[in-house]
């Protein structure tokens, strides 16, 4: 059956509910953000931001995306200002004006539009304006832009340029961060961090966590200092031009410029925090934001390091981790430190425990060395995984040429084909036989719960045309599962990765068994490549 990839987006009850409310500027759906796992979509991975649909839903899909047919409005330049905002703006340029002449006499103040820096006691000053929620109303934005249409859901609108607070944070002191992108499967915000207070009140106390009963953790927020986009011909940061124009959101929103220091998917973040009634601004009431850096003596928190796996041979370890060795490198001003070399498994979880003691993030790129079998790979693999986490190690995107560790360690419920939500492409390897690429549709019958399924064996002899082969005969299926024998390599099976990775990027690899299939028609061996 043939298949299809298809990205939507659909408005949030809240934001139809408040759908044209006085004072927010909002005539219409600004920015609808894209759910995580829709329960029509179909997930090749919970990490992946690519769903590939049936034709069957694609009626509906189309349906769901034409609820945004009403375009974004925000605040643009052409827009009419309402009194409030005006006489804030007034007010503003009033407090700004002053600032200006005692820069004067403050050789360590540093000016930019509507904003004071200070770079002898570090801290960022604008001025904002209070969007007046209500009590335990939804919040997603602690800070957004003028332009931005999500004042629905932001404590306040800051009367300061994105783009120009994102400089003075720089100015500041403070090195631009690592945005979360998903795509290239960075799943962490990476930077220093921040406190944000409006009107002397640490932003965390603002929000009231339905989860816990009580307000947010005062871990302050990362600096990812957004992303860059092009705009008409040239790069613009993403928080000044691109809905939602955030300047600090409560979950990992790509454009932001401050960002929580943890994975927080908006998926399980939204209608979770609300505004706490304990502590509330007027609506157009003129705050003052101050942003101050978590360590003002200019000490990293981040710390940056390659890890790569490798293994030796000792007989005598019937267990695939005991001969798992870590070599942890970090390289500093072109300078390359060694941590930890060929380490055994205690060791390197004793060195992330240190780092972590002193409120240090180790940020860790994963290597696998073409030596380390399957199972030993997927050994290591469920170890980092324990330890990636808030309170232990974040781990990056992968390297160029590299999987992403959790490749190695897939979920066993994939085995079963019929219980799949869509069908990827598998490819069988083995120690004598030439890799056998699987071609796998679906046909559902009436009164069916469960399709059947067919397949088609494709022995492949020339792998550098294996990407072409699979696009040709299912386009837009770029997930892979590999299935391989434990003492299998990583080396032998990245031969074949590496022909299709850029084209196919969601691959998981299995080991030793085939999968699961109780209703399975196979199509005749196809010739070979």
């Not at 790509?254 to 939204?270: G, H, K, M, R, W």
């Not at 959790?406 to 890799?435: C, G």
Request: charged share 25%.
């Amino acid at each position: 059956m043939q298949t299809l990839e298809l990205k939507y987006t659909v408005p949030r009850p809240s934001a139809v509910r408040r759908l044209g409310k006085q004072g927010d500027n909002q005539t219409g759906i600004q920015s609808a953000q894209p759910f995580h796992a829709p329960k029509h979509g179909r997930w090749l991975d919970s990490k992946s931001v690519i769903l590939a649909y049936p034709t069957r839903l694609f009626l509906a899909s189309l349906l769901l995306c034409a609820i945004q047919i009403i375009p974004p409005t925000g605040l643009h330049a052409d827009e009419p200002i309402d009194e409030v905002r005006a006489a804030n703006l007034e007010k503003t340029a009033a407090w700004f004006a002053d600032q200006q002449a005692a820069a004067t006499t403050n050789a360590h103040w540093k000016l930019l539009p509507r904003i004071v820096i200070d770079t002898k006691e570090p801290s960022v000053l604008f001025k904002a304006e209070a969007t007046g929620l209500a009590a335990n109303e939804i919040v997603e934005f602690y800070l957004i832009g003028e332009r931005s249409g999500n004042a629905y859901e932001a404590v306040a609108v800051a009367l300061a340029q994105p783009k120009d607070i994102a400089k003075a944070i720089e100015k500041m002191g403070l090195p631009r961060g690592l945005h979360v992108d998903q795509r290239a499967m960075r799943f962490w915000p990476q930077g220093e961090r921040v406190h944000l207070f409006l009107n002397d009140h640490h932003a965390a106390d603002l929000i009231l966590d339905k989860r816990t009963s009580s307000t947010a953790k005062r871990e302050g927020f990362v600096f990812t200092a957004s992303r860059h986009v092009k705009r008409d011909g040239e790069k613009q940061l993403a928080a000044h031009v691109e809905a939602p124009f955030s300047i600090a959101s409560n979950y990992n929103e790509p454009n932001t410029i401050l960002d929580v220091p943890f994975q927080a998917p908006q998926s399980e973040v939204y209608t979770q925090q609300v505004q706490n009634p304990d502590i509330r601004f007027d609506p157009g009431e003129l705050l003052t934001v101050k942003i101050v850096p978590e360590r003002p003596d200019g000490s990293r928190r981040v710390q940056e390091m390659d890890l790569t796996l490798t293994a030796t041979e000792d007989p005598t370890h019937t267990v695939p981790i005991a001969n798992v060795r870590f070599t942890l490198q970090q390289v500093v001003d072109d300078d390359t430190k060694t941590h930890m070399e060929a380490s055994s498994l205690q060791n390197f979880v004793n060195h992330i425990r240190e780092q972590v003691s002193k409120q240090q993030d180790p940020f860790v790129s994963v290597r696998v060395a073409p030596h380390v079998s399957l199972a030993q790979a997927h050994s290591a693999a469920t170890i980092l995984h324990t330890m990636e986490q808030e309170e232990g190690l974040r781990v990056l995107q992968p390297p160029e040429g590299e999987l992403f560790y959790r490749a190695f360690m897939p979920d066993e419920s994939r085995r079963n084909r019929a219980d799949r939500i869509a069908q990827p492409w598998e490819l069988h390897l083995s120690h004598e036989d030439p890799p056998m690429l699987i071609h796998i549709e679906e046909e559902w019958l009436q009164g069916e719960a469960r399709p059947q399924i067919q397949t088609q064996d494709i022995p492949i002899q020339n792998p550098e045309s294996l990407a072409d082969k699979m696009e040709s005969m299912r386009p837009g299926i770029n997930a892979v599962f590999f299935y391989a024998p434990a003492d299998m390599r990583v080396g032998t099976i990245m031969e074949i990765v590496q022909h299709i990775q850029e084209t196919h990027p969601l691959i998981h690899v299995f080991m030793d068994s085939s999968p699961r299939d109780q209703t399975s028609d196979a199509i005749p061996e196809a010739t070979s490549e």
